[in-house]
């Protein structure tokens, strides 16, 4: 929660951010969800992951990136209801910190996201690594989410039980 206090600048400049924060998750689950119900899948990383790769034993690829896609679309939609049902946004946030937590664990499963052309040093690689890198950054943002969203429902609660 934040209140103008004495700097309206840093008012302002937060609240933007907050809004950038939430929206831009938005747009990114639900660009990223509807990209699964074309060509993009998550196939190449979720068969080297021990914790995901049974999925593709019991369902087809198809099948697998519409339900991620799915989830990913109604995680937005939930989000972008936070001035309106701050639960339901929750719930929306909640499901993207488990969908983010599934996709950085693919950081440690899934071949070449680190490389050594750095001199031998250890760089992460273009695809996969940094494209799952940004993850972090996401997963971060949807926690925030998830707890903003948490508290504006319990002041919600508070304030219609002193109606």
């Given at each position: ?41 998550s196939r190449v990383l979720i068969e080297h992951s021990p914790l995901m790769s049974w999925i593709y034993h019991v ?72 494209f799952l890198l940004k993850d972090l950054v996401l997963i971060g943002v949807a926690l925030w989410t998830l707890g ?16």
């Amino acid at each position: 929660m934040i209140d103008g206090g004495p700097n309206p600048l840093a008012y302002n400049v937060t609240r933007a951010g907050q809004l950038v924060s939430r929206y831009g998750l938005v747009v990114v689950l639900a660009w990223i969800g509807f990209g699964k119900y074309v060509k993009m899948e998550s196939r190449v990383l979720i068969e080297h992951s021990p914790l995901m790769s049974w999925i593709y034993h019991v369902f087809s690829v198809t099948t697998v990136a519409r339900g991620l896609g799915t989830m990913e679309i109604v995680a937005a939609l939930l989000i972008a209801l936070h001035p309106l049902a701050p639960r339901a946004s929750a719930v929306g946030s909640a499901l993207a910190v488990v969908l983010f937590s599934g996709t950085i664990s693919f950081l440690f499963t899934t071949p070449r996201v680190v490389l050594t052309h750095a001199g031998g040093l250890p760089v992460l690689s273009a695809l996969p690594g940094q494209f799952l890198l940004k993850d972090l950054v996401l997963i971060g943002v949807a926690l925030w989410t998830l707890g903003d969203s948490l508290t504006a429902a319990a002041n919600s609660t508070l304030a219609r039980s002193r109606e």
